[in-house]
């Protein structure tokens, strides 16, 4: 059956960096569009992140746009999220989802097929 799992999560420094994966199972990642949600405590999820089925059309939500940057490996089955100057509001749980079809701008985060089930990332000193 079709699964997302992600990995990379945990505890930094404000400044610091982490690597998020997103790796695909029971299919092929090639022709699906992948974005990046978080969830903060007590908030609504957010799309953060979108790369399409072939790359080459990218968005960001703005209070990431500089400092987190979104690629994918369809050999590896694999996409990835590096969050780079890590803030605390910046702390939430990292989900990822994949779509059939690409969309541009913030229609990127609508209409998601398959959900993983998260990593935690905490940004404190």
């Known amino acids: 059956q079709v699964q997302l799992v992600e990995s990379g999560g945990g505890w930094v420094e404000p400044g610091g960096s982490l690597n998020l994966a997103c790796v695909g199972s029971?299919?092929?990642?090639?022709?699906?569009?992948v974005m990046w949600f978080r969830q903060a405590p007590g908030k609504e999820r957010e799309g953060v992140a979108c790369?399409?089925?072939?790359?080459?059309?990218?968005y960001y939500e703005d209070s990431v746009n500089g400092r987190f940057t979104v690629s994918r490996e369809n050999a590896k089955n694999t996409a990835s999220l590096q969050l780079n100057s890590l803030k605390p509001e910046d702390t939430a749980v990292y989900t990822c989802?994949?779509?059939?079809?690409?969309?541009?701008?913030?229609?990127?985060?609508?209409?998601?097929?398959?959900w993983g089930k998260g990593t935690l990332v905490n940004v404190s000193s």
């Open positions: 029971g299919f092929s990642l090639d022709n699906w569009a």
């Open positions: 790369i399409s089925s072939d790359s080459r059309i990218l």
């Open positions: 989802g994949v779509r059939l079809g690409d969309y541009r701008g913030s229609m990127c985060f609508s209409e998601i097929d398959y």
